[in-house]
């Protein structure tokens, strides 16, 4: 069942007065119920259980998503595993802590999930896509966008993103209807749980970073960026490069007060939506 929306997701949190879960209290008698706790009054033991099992569905609730893996040219590349560090295989994804959301345009997290560095990367041909597959991924509301970067140099200390350097090269938003549906980018996320983009075809090779970005909008008022990164080689006999009017900073590509970030899908009466950060860049060159 979907929990995208603010209504539905509280409602799968509340508990009833008798400790239950809503959707287990409204399938119980009153009578049931009545006898349930007088056995909690009893039975200390089994209400300290009580609470462990619901504090374990706590996670599940409150679960978002990462990028935790891509398909480069037919071959799958494993993603880091932010769970279990010391566990996880060489990547060539930057690492990342835990499947919270960055709240604020301006944080440092906001670049690549507070990731700085990886131990691999992949090679793609410029023309082909990139597939990022993702293990979860609940929300419906908000759009997907994916950015590249240019290294100056190699991988490594030197290639961290920094500057403006980086460009759109895949988005979608809203496709219709009104802002609270389900007419998103992410919900095709939340569909199919990966997102193609096609690396432009007259990119120039070199070292790059790719970024896929989740801006999650179905809590009003409170925008939730997930953006993870990964290090690509791209290869090819173009030249191209964006002009300097599609390069952007991250973070900071966009102000917190961009209405593509403070949108209220509940409230607006808006029928069309702009992702924040500007254009798409496609490879075209002048």
């Not at 595993?81 to 906001?110: C, H, L, R």
Request: a positive charge; hydrophobic letters at 35%; glycine letters at 10%.
């Amino acid at each position: 069942m979907w929990m995208g929306t603010g209504n539905r997701y509280k409602r799968r949190r509340a508990l009833t007065p008798s400790g239950l879960p809503s959707v287990i209290h409204s399938s119980l008698t009153t009578t049931t119920i009545n006898k349930q706790r007088q056995t909690y009054a009893r039975r200390p033991d089994i209400m300290r259980f009580d609470h462990l099992a619901l504090s374990a569905f706590a996670p599940l609730v409150a679960a978002h998503g990462a990028v935790t893996s891509y398909i480069i040219g037919g071959t799958t590349y494993p993603g880091y595993e932010g769970f279990s560090p010391a566990s996880s295989p060489k990547t060539i994804q930057f690492q990342w802590p835990n499947y919270d959301p960055t709240m604020t345009v301006s944080d440092a997290k906001m670049r690549c999930n507070g990731g700085t560095s990886a131990q691999l990367s992949a090679t793609v041909q410029a023309g082909s896509n990139v597939t990022a597959i993702w293990k979860q991924w609940t929300h419906e509301q908000g759009p997907v966008q994916v950015w590249m970067f240019k290294c100056p140099g190699a991988f490594g200390s030197s290639c961290k993103g920094d500057g403006k350097g980086w460009f759109k090269i895949d988005e979608m938003g809203m496709w219709g209807g009104k802002l609270n549906s389900a007419n998103w980018g992410t919900a095709l996320i939340v569909k199919n749980l990966k997102w193609s983009s096609e690396i432009p075809r007259n990119l120039a090779p070199g070292n790059y970073l790719i970024r896929h970005e989740l801006l999650a909008l179905h809590q009003a008022n409170t925008p939730q960026f997930y953006a993870e990164c990964a290090q690509i080689v791209v290869q090819g006999s173009g030249s191209a490069v964006p002009p300097s009017d599609y390069l952007y900073s991250i973070p900071t590509y966009a102000p917190q007060n961009d209405p593509g970030v403070t949108v209220d899908i509940y409230s607006s009466k808006a029928t069309t939506y702009t992702p924040p950060g500007g254009r798409v860049w496609s490879g075209f060159q002048f």
